[in-house]
């Protein structure tokens, strides 16, 4: 047990650095709002942001909570309480998926207001294996069952990331920072995809030069640990 205790004090301190790099990548509205999750690996509790602004997050502020809203450790603030549905269906739509992150990111934000998905117009997406489009869940009040229910009837096996009409994106990946660099290329991916429109239209990559894209990218990665022998 106490081993456990230490492991997820690790845990929280790697969703307080996930923290700081979304803001540093200016993946986030203005007012800094957002939120992240951890699951616990093998069980169905998460460490969950208790801030409103991610700015704010320290060690103190990540309770332990169960997928239904049940609060093992710490302290969950009631505005907080109403995001546990919105992370707890991604994790119970796809058992491989170890961290979801929200934010209201302006570029990808617009898109979610537009009722516009994301398609792959980005190399950073098709190198990402995001290359099929990020679907738009449709809108539901915050926290309300509804707006929990329009994120899985979106979601695949494939999926990484949902288009939140009218509100914002979560992301999500098998690990945190696999979670912050889906937002990030995203992000990137909807801001060249505006602009783009500004002079013409955002042009797609082929599904089989997206695949050329990962092959290369795998590849690399491959001699890459050649090279540290
Ligand atoms: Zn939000």
Redesign the pocket.
């Known amino acids: 047990m106490g081993n456990h205790i230490y492991e997820v004090a690790q845990l929280r301190e790697q969703v307080v650095r996930a923290a700081r790099a979304i803001i540093k990548t200016g993946a986030i509205s203005r007012s800094g709002?957002g939120n992240i999750s951890l699951r616990i690996p093998n069980t169905k509790s998460m460490l969950l942001t208790s801030v409103i602004n991610l700015e704010d997050l320290t060690v103190d502020k990540l309770p332990l909570v169960t997928f239904d809203g049940k609060v093992l450790d710490g302290q969950l603030d009631p505005v907080s309480a109403e995001i546990v549905g919105m992370h707890a269906v991604v994790y119970e739509t796809n058992d491989e998926m170890g961290s979801v992150v929200?934010t209201?990111a302006p570029y990808v934000t617009t898109y979610a207001v537009a009722d516009r998905p994301i398609e792959c117009w980005y190399e950073g997406m098709a190198r990402f294996e995001l290359t099929d489009p990020v679907p738009v869940a449709r809108y539901g009040p915050?926290g309300s069952a509804e707006s929990i229910s329009n994120i899985s009837d979106v979601m695949n096996e494939r999926s990484r990331a949902v288009l939140l009409q009218n509100?914002?994106i979560l992301t999500f990946e098998r690990d945190l920072m696999g979670a912050v660099r889906v937002l990030t290329v995203l992000e990137e991916a909807a801001e060249l995809g505006i602009r783009a429109s500004m002079i013409g239209q955002p042009t797609l990559i082929p599904a089989e030069m997206a695949r050329y894209a990962q092959e290369r990218a795998a590849e690399f990665a491959e001699q890459g640990a050649q090279h540290s022998h």
């Open positions: 709002h929200h209201h915050r509100h914002g």
